[in-house]
C-alpha cells in the first residue's frame, strides 16, 4: 500500500515570501488521499503529516471531495498565488500554523493547517535542499534537452528551408530563362510580320507614288492638248478676222472707183 502511495506522488517546493518575515521553503508530497509538508527557514523546520482521516473530515467540512480537496491545496501550496494573503504564525509550543486564503463562489475563505516542530531540521533543511537542487539539475537537463531538441528542430528547419529556397532559385532560373526564350521566339515572329508589313508598305507606297506620277503626267498631257486646241483655234479665228478685214478694204476700194466712173459717164453726157 506504502509502495503504491509512493508511487503515484507528487512534489512540490515553493519558496514562500510572507511579508516581515523571512523567506519560507515548503515541500510538498502528494498522494491521492493524504499529503506531506515540511517547512524551513533555513535554521528551523516544522512539519505537517496530514492522514486520510484528517483530510476526509476537513473535505468534508467545506463539501468537497477528497481530491479536489488535495487538489485545491496542492495548488496553493505548490505555486505562490498572487491574490492570496500567506501566514505562517506562532501555535504555542513551538508549534506553527500555516495559512492561506482563496475566494470560492464569491466568498473568501482561509484553510489552517497545525505543523509541529522537527526533531531533526538539519535533516529537513538539508532534504528541502537537496531536493532544490535536484530539481534545478533536472529541470537543467530538461532545458537542456529542450533546447537541443529544438537546434535539431531548427536545423532540420534550416535545411529544409534551404534545400526549398534552392529549388525555388532553380525553379526561378528555369522560368527566366523560358521566359527569355519564349520573348526571344516572340521578337523574332514580330520582327518577321513587322518586316513583312514594311515591305508590303513600302511596295503600296512605291505603286502609289507610280500612280500619283502617272495620273500627274495625264493630267499634264490633257493640260497642252487643251492649250494647242486653244491655240489652233485662236489662229483660225485671228485668220477669219484678217480675211474679213482684207474683204471689207477691198469692198470699199471697189465702191469709190464705181462711182468715179459714173461721175466720169455723167460728164461725157
Known amino acids: 500500500m506504502e ?10 517546493c515553493l519558496k514562500l515570501e510572507i511579508p516581515s518575515t ?7 508530497t502528494w498522494f491521492d488521499t493524504h499529503f506531506h509538508l515540511s517547512v524551513t527557514d533555513g535554521l528551523r523546520a516544522w ?3 496530514a492522514t486520510e482521516e484528517e483530510v476526509q473530515e476537513r473535505a468534508a467540512q467545506w463539501d468537497q ?45 482561509e484553510w489552517r493547517w497545525k505543523f509541529q516542530p522537527s526533531y531533526d531540521s538539519r535533516k529537513i533543511t538539508a532534504g528541502i535542499l537537496d531536493f532544490l537542487m535536484d530539481a534545478n539539475i533536472n529541470l537543467s537537463m530538461l532545458i537542456r534537452r529542450i533546447l537541443q531538441e529544438e537546434v535539431v528542430r ?8 534551404k534545400l526549398e529556397a534552392e529549388k525555388c532559385l532553380e525553379q526561378s532560373e528555369r522560368f ?12 523574332a515572329k514580330f520582327l518577321g510580320v513587322l518586316n513583312s508589313k514594311k515591305a508590303k508598305l513600302r511596295e503600296l507606297r512605291d505603286q502609289l507614288s507610280k ?14 492638248t487643251d492649250k494647242t486646241e486653244s491655240y489652233h483655234s485662236g489662229s483660225n479665228a485671228e485668220e477669219s478676222e484678217e480675211e474679213a478685214e482684207k474683204n471689207i478694204t477691198s469692198s470699199s476700194k471697189d465702191i469709190p472707183a464705181g462711182r468715179d466712173r459714173g461721175r466720169k459717164r455723167a460728164t461725157r453726157k
Open 3 to 12: 509502495s503504491s502511495s509512493t508511487a503515484t506522488a507528487r512534489h512540490t
Open 22 to 28: 523571512d523567506p519560507l521553503f515548503v515541500k510538498g
Open 47 to 49: 512539519l505537517c503529516n
Open 65 to 109: 471531495p477528497v481530491a479536489e480537496y488535495i487538489e485545491l491545496a496542492e495548488r496553493y501550496l505548490g505555486f505562490q498565488q498572487p491574490c492570496t494573503v500567506y501566514r505562517f504564525v506562532d501555535a504555542g509550543d513551538d508549534h506553527k500554523r500555516l495559512s492561506w486564503t482563496f475566494e470560492r463562489e464569491g466568498t473568501k475563505l
Open 154 to 161: 531548427k536545423t532540420q528547419s534550416f535545411e529544409k528551408l
Open 176 to 187: 527566366t530563362n523560358e521566359k527569355m526564350e519564349f520573348e526571344s521566339e516572340i521578337y
Open 211 to 224: 500612280q500619283e506620277i502617272a495620273g500627274k503626267a495625264s493630267v499634264d498631257e490633257e493640260e497642252s
